[in-house]
Nanobody
Framework: QVQLVESGGGLVQPGESLRLSCAAS????????MGWYRQAPGKQRELVST???????TYADSVKGRFTISRDNAKNTVYLQMNSLKPDDTAVYHC??????????????WGQGTQVTVSL
């Protein structure tokens, strides 16, 4: 069993910053690509950013230049630094991870999410 626990969400004003963290725990041999998704009320979940095991990163166009994804493999943790936040960034942010178990099988695991609210 694998657990992903997000933290760092909150209420901020437009233009401010937040840093999200997502730590993986459990029994596994390795973690591949990790990512952040978000879901705003009444909207579908959308991809925000991913980072693979080699450090290759992708970003949604809406966050390029404002958000930065990173990971600490020693801590099995992925981060999302969010700068210049806008009201449109308001959503529940979920992390996920492609986790390989000791038999070689890979499974996508999801965290429960952390709320980010950007408002005056």
């Amino acid at each position: 069993q694998v657990q992903l626990v997000e933290s760092g969400g909150g209420l901020v004003q437009p233009g401010e910053s937040l840093r999200l963290s997502c730590a993986a725990s459990g029994s596994f041999s390795r973690i591949g690509t990790m990512g952040w998704y978000r879901q705003a009320p009444g909207k579908q979940r959308e991809l925000v950013s991913t980072i693979n095991g080699d450090g290759f990163k992708t970003y949604a166009d809406s966050v390029k230049g404002r958000f930065t994804i990173s990971r600490d493999n020693a801590k099995n943790t992925v981060y999302l630094q969010m700068n210049s936040l806008k009201p449109d960034d308001t959503a529940v942010y979920h992390c996920n991870a492609n986790v390989q178990n000791w038999s070689g099988s890979q499974t996508i695991w999801w965290g429960q999410g952390t709320q980010v609210t950007v408002s005056l």
